[in-house]
Structure formats: C-alpha cells, structure tokens
C-alpha cells in the first residue's frame, strides 16, 4: 500500500523569507513523488516530481523539493517566498514496484505568505 | 498551452437525480482520470480510463458511477441516483501517451457538484 502525509495544515511565512511544506510518504519499494498546487477555483498545476536520479528536484515557479530516502520524505521548498505563492499544495506518491498506476494526494497545506 | 477543460463549473441537482459531468481532456493525450475533492479534505482518486476502458478504480467508483468516451474528444462522468454525500467537486485530469504513467496528470479546474 502507498500513502502520503502532509503534518501541516497550514503554512505561514513572511515574503522573503524561505519556505518548507513538509511530506512524508509510504511505499512498499521506491517511490516515484509529485507535488502539484492548487489556486482557488481551479484545478491541481503539476509543480515538479521525482522519478530516479539526483535527490534535488527543480520545479516551476523557483520551487524544489528534495527526496530523502533514508527520511522517507520528500519536502517542498523555495528560497524567498512571494505572496501569490499563497495556495493549496498537495504531495503525491505512487510505489514505483506496485500493481497501480495511480498516485495517492495528501490532503494538502495551505501556505500562506504574508506580505 | 493545451488544457483540459470541464463543464458545467457548477451543477445543482436534486437528490436522486442523474448528472453527467463532462471534460475535453488535451487532445493528444490518452489516459483520462475522475478525481473528487469534498470540501476542505484530500483529492481522492475515483477511475482511470485508458484504451476505452476502465484500467483502474477506488472502492468510491461503485455501481452508482461510469464513464464514457462518447467520441474522440469528450470523457464524461455519470453518476446515478445521486446522494447528498456526492456534494463534491470533480476533476478530470489526462496525461500523454508513450511513459504517461510517469508523466504528471493534468488537471481541469473542476466541476463543483452540489446535491440537495
């Protein structure tokens, strides 16, 4: 089974200032990792995803993440935030050894940037 | 940039009723989703659909739900005799042929579904 946890509902951070949106994750084998933002309104924007190779992960928006096996973690980051950041962030993590081809979301965190 | 569009963005519909979401996922892409979103909790996976036919669904997807791909560029979503726990909002989303499993999915911006 595969599952993901984000252990913040929320997020606050001054502009400018960096930020982290924590996940977690469990796979039976390797995982494969997305992060993908929500806006009000709309739909999940892919942000960036982790497949094999290097452990930092460059995404749209000056946005990275960086997988830590040994953690089982796969954080969001961005060094100095902007307050059109603000939105709904979701991790996702599919078993890359596994019989679904079907991510699993967290239930998201809402960051919030304060200006 | 090429997007997967949904319709209506807002549907209200007695309870018990039949609805029929629709979506024009990108048009070169070939594996299609359902996902739902109930208020204020996680996105939830409800049915993939690849090579007109379903390839994988959640316990959600029950005999209530089905999908269609009507004609070449239409994927619907039906849901029969709808309950008050269907209120929701549900996305579509589509990724490409070729490794689209290990591509990201893109995401219509929803259809919000209220039952009364």
């Known amino acids: 089974a595969q599952s993901v946890a984000q252990p913040e509902d929320q997020v606050n951070v001054a502009e400018g200032n960096p930020l982290t949106v924590k996940c977690t994750y469990s796979?039976?084998?390797?995982?494969?990792l997305f992060w993908y933002v929500q806006y009000p309104n709309r739909g999940l924007q892919f942000l960036l995803k982790?497949?094999?190779?290097?452990?930092l992960v460059k995404g749209s928006y000056g946005f990275e993440a960086e997988f830590n096996k040994s953690q089982t973690s796969f954080h969001l980051k961005k060094p100095s935030a902007l307050v059109s950041d603000s939105a709904l962030y979701f991790c996702?993590?599919?078993?890359?050894?596994?019989?679904?081809?079907?991510?699993?979301f967290g239930r998201g965190t809402s960051l919030i940037v304060h200006p | 940039e090429p997007e997967v569009t949904q319709t209506p963005s807002h549907q209200v519909t007695q309870m018990g009723q039949e609805v029929i979401l629709r979506c024009v996922p990108i048009?070169?892409?070939?594996?299609f989703y359902w996902y739902r979103q109930i208020l204020g909790q996680k996105v939830e996976f409800l049915v993939s659909?690849?090579?007109?036919?379903?390839?994988?669904k959640s316990e959600i997807f029950d005999d209530q739900f089905s999908v269609e791909r009507p004609d070449g560029s239409n994927f619907t979503l039906k849901i029969r005799s709808t309950k008050l726990e269907d209120s929701a909002m549900y996305f579509c989303?589509?990724?490409?042929?070729?490794?689209?499993?290990?591509?990201?999915?893109?995401f219509g911006d929803g259809t919000r579904l209220s039952i009364l």
């Open positions: 796979v039976s084998g390797n995982p494969y």
């Open positions: 989303a589509s990724t490409p042929a070729g490794t689209g499993v290990l591509q990201p999915q893109h």
């Open positions: 996702a993590v599919r078993d890359r050894g596994g019989g679904s081809y079907i991510p699993t």
């Open positions: 048009s070169n892409h070939l594996y």
């Open positions: 659909f690849y090579n007109n036919e379903i390839s994988e």
């Open positions: 982790y497949i094999t190779g290097d452990n």
